[in-house]
C-alpha cells in the first residue's frame, strides 16, 4: 500500500508538470478565438471558483465572436462554485490515461482554429466542435467521464457550430449557435447557461466571475466581491447574468481579469473592479489610449490590449506584468517596450503577458516554469522572443513551446 501510495504520487507530480508545460505554451495560444474579440445562490457547488459561470484559481480569457483579434490566455469558467482563489497560470493538465469519452478521428487536429486552457485541462476548438484535454477529475473534458486523457476527445454533443471558447479553473464556456454552453465542475457533458441561449455575441472568462456580449449590452455574472461584476448598484454575487458598466449598448469588447473587467465602447476604456485603482464596483474610465483598440484581455490586477497595431498595458505591474521595463504600477496605458507596431494579439494571465508581433510571439512577465517560453526561467519587464520550434509534448516542464500530440 506504502509503494502504491509512492507511485501515485509521483504520478500526479509528473501530471502537474505536463500541465505546466501546457499551460505555458497555451498562454500564448490559449485565448486566440477564431473571432475578435440572480436568484440564485452564488456560490457552494464543489468546483472552480465563482457562481454559475465564474471559474476558479485562473487568470483571464476573453473569446470575442464579432470584433477581429484574438483573445486572451487562460480563462474559464463554471456554472458552480467555491470560492475566489487566485492563482492562475500554475495548474497541471493530467497526462493520465486516454481512456476517458471518445477521441474521434474526424476532423483531424490540423483545423484547430482557437485554444484556451484552465487549470488542468485544455480545449480546442476543432472543426467547429471542441475536443478537451488533460485533467477530467472535476469532467471538465465534457466527455460524459471523470478519466483524465493525454489527447484530445470529443467532447459530448459539441460537434460544430462553435466560434469562441473559454477555459479556466475546472470548466470551459463555448459560443455555439448565438448561444452559451458549460462544462465541467462536475457537470460531465455540456448545458445551455439560463438567459444566455441566443443572441451573444461574445463571451469573456475571468478568475470566479465571467461576462457576455448580448448583442452590444454587457452583462456578467458570479462571484462580486471586489466589484468585478461592473455591478453599479452593489457588490452582490449574481448567478444569473446582470447588466454591467452601466452601460446600455456600443460595447464592441471585453476583457475579464482575475478581479476585474474592462468594457470598450466607442472610443472609451471601462473598468471595474481590483485592477490597480482602489477597487470599485462602478466601472471607472480609463484614458490615455492614443488608437482604436482592436483586441484585449484580462491579467491577475492588469490589462492588455492592441492599440492601433501597438501592445499596452495598464494596472499591477508584478514581475513585469505590464512589459515597459518598469516595475510601477500605471492606472493609465504604457506601451510594452519595444512593441509599437505590428502586433495583432495579447494574451495575460497572472503575471506575465505575450503578443503577436509580425507573425511571432514574443512575452514578457513571470517566468516561473519557463512560461515565457525562452528557454529559461528568469522573469523579463520587457518582452523576449519566443524560442523553438513546435516539436514533441513529453510529460516534463518546457520552456520551449512544445506541441499537442496529434491523435491517430
Known sequence: MMAECSSRQQLSGALRALGMAALAACHFLGCVDSGTGGDDTAGGSPGAGSANAGNARAGAS???????????????????????????????ASAGNASGGSSGTSPGMNQVTAVAAGIAHTCAIVGGGVRCWGSNEQAQLGNGTLIDSAVPVQVEGITSGVTAICSAGYTTLVLINGGVKWWGAFLKVPASLDGLTSGVTAISCGQSHNCALLGDKPVCWGHNSYGQLADPENYLDRAKPTPAFGLSGGVT????????????????????????????HVAVLVDGFTAPVTQMAGGSGHTCAVVGGAAMCWGTDQFGALGNGADPASNTPVTVSGLTSGVTAVATTTDHGCAVVDGSAKCWGRNENGALGNDTTTDSNIPVQVSGQLGNASQVDSSVPVAVALEP
Open 62 to 92: 476573453s473569446s470575442n465572436a464579432g470584433n477581429g483579434g484574438a483573445n486572451t490566455g487562460n480563462g474559464g469558467a463554471d456554472a458552480g462554485s467555491a470560492g475566489d482563489e487566485a492563482g492562475a497560470d500554475s495548474g497541471g
Open 253 to 280: 469588447l471585453l476583457a475579464t481579469g482575475t478581479l476585474h473587467s474592462c468594457a470598450y465602447a466607442g472610443s472609451s476604456m471601462w473598468c471595474s473592479g481590483s485592477f490597480g485603482p482602489p477597487e470599485t
